[in-house]
């Protein structure tokens, strides 16, 4: 049984920062490619940012130079800081992982359960 979970959600005012951990657990034998996504009231679910597991990293345009992805191999979590925050950024936020159980079993997706971040005055 693999899970995701996700923390570090909250309120924030605009400008101000957070940061969100995802931690993996359970039966993994490799994990490739993480990413964060998100999804605002009415909208569709959206990339923000991917880390591959040698670190090489992608942003959606409006949170580069805002929004930072990073990982701990050894501890199959990944992270986002999250900086300038704006109203528009306020949406849950899904951690996603791609990985294998087993060294015979085939590369599946898994996501986290999504946390809160909400930016308003």
């Known amino acids: 049984q693999v899970q995701l979970v996700e923390s570090g959600g909250g309120l924030v005012q605009p400008g101000g920062s957070l940061g969100l951990s995802c931690a993996a657990s359970?039966?993994?034998?490799?994990?490739?490619?993480m990413g964060w996504y998100r999804q605002a009231p009415g909208k569709e679910r959206e990339l923000v940012a991917t880390?591959?597991?040698?670190?090489?990293?992608n942003y959606v345009d409006s949170v580069k130079g805002r929004f930072t992805i990073s990982r701990d191999n050894a501890k199959n979590s990944a992270y986002l800081q999250m900086n300038s925050l704006k109203p528009e950024d306020t949406a849950v936020y899904y951690c996603?992982?791609?990985?294998?159980?087993?060294?015979?079993?085939?590369?599946?997706?898994?996501w986290g359960q999504g946390t809160q971040v909400t930016v308003s005055s």
């Open positions: 996603n992982a791609n990985l294998r159980i087993n060294v015979d079993s085939p590369w599946s997706t898994y």
């Open positions: 359970g039966s993994i034998f490799s994990i490739s490619g």
């Open positions: 880390i591959s597991r040698g670190f090489v990293t």
